[in-house]
């Protein structure tokens, strides 16, 4: 997929998860997401932060989480999600509608992966539903497989061939897991799926 199409995808699920926020209640908001310690908040706040890191900000947080990337994502979205309103969040989705910036080290297909799964994230504890674009999620899902940071695909799937069942797609090898590519690209960021059967 060409670099502007997956931007195209980046901007209409940003705008379509803002349109999800604005429609939220305060209880909605402090929801505990999929992602263990984080509020839909904390996630929604994560997921616009990508359009605004700066290299300095960002250098300071990985000092103050002694160079653990994880922990440094982990306490910049609580931070952000204690920081701003639900309405300044969809505000800051609004302001960088469109944004072609991305942190630094990072490529095109990180945003795209951030939105996809972290849309997931949100929707799924509201009991709310938004429908992956199959195309899109390959891209992620591809992604995910060949970089070993953060998500170690390859490594926690060791002896699965994951195959998606609405678009010609697989990775893997080994006892077949079979099913949409959104819950494979789910199944691969570490979210716990039925999908994956008991070793």
Not at 93 to 103: E, K, T, V
Request: overall charge positive; charged content about 25%; some cysteine.
């Amino acid at each position: 997929m060409e670099t502007e199409e997956i931007w195209r995808y980046v901007d209409a699920e940003r705008a379509a998860l803002a349109d999800l926020l604005a429609g939220l209640t305060e209880a909605e908001w402090s929801t505990p997401s999929v992602c263990p310690g984080w509020t839909v908040r904390d996630v929604a706040a994560h997921v616009i932060s990508s359009p605004q890191a700066r290299v300095r900000p960002v250098m300071g947080g990985m000092v103050r989480a002694r160079g653990d990337f994880n922990r440094f994502v982990f306490e910049e979205a609580r931070r952000a999600g204690a920081k701003y309103s639900g309405e300044e969040i969809v505000a800051q989705y609004r302001r960088f509608a469109g944004s072609r910036q991305r942190p630094l080290g990072t490529t095109v297909v990180d945003p795209l992966l951030d939105v996809l799964i972290h849309t997931q994230d949100i929707v799924l504890p509201l009991g709310r539903r938004h429908e992956m674009p199959v195309e899109a999620a390959v891209v992620a899902a591809d992604r995910i497989w060949a970089k070993s940071f953060p998500f170690k695909a390859r490594k926690r799937l060791s002896g699965f061939r994951l195959v998606a069942s609405d678009i010609e797609w697989s990775v893997g090898a080994g006892a077949e897991v079979r099913g949409p590519i959104a819950g494979l690209l789910l199944l691969l960021s570490g979210r716990e799926s039925a999908l994956l059967p008991r070793r």
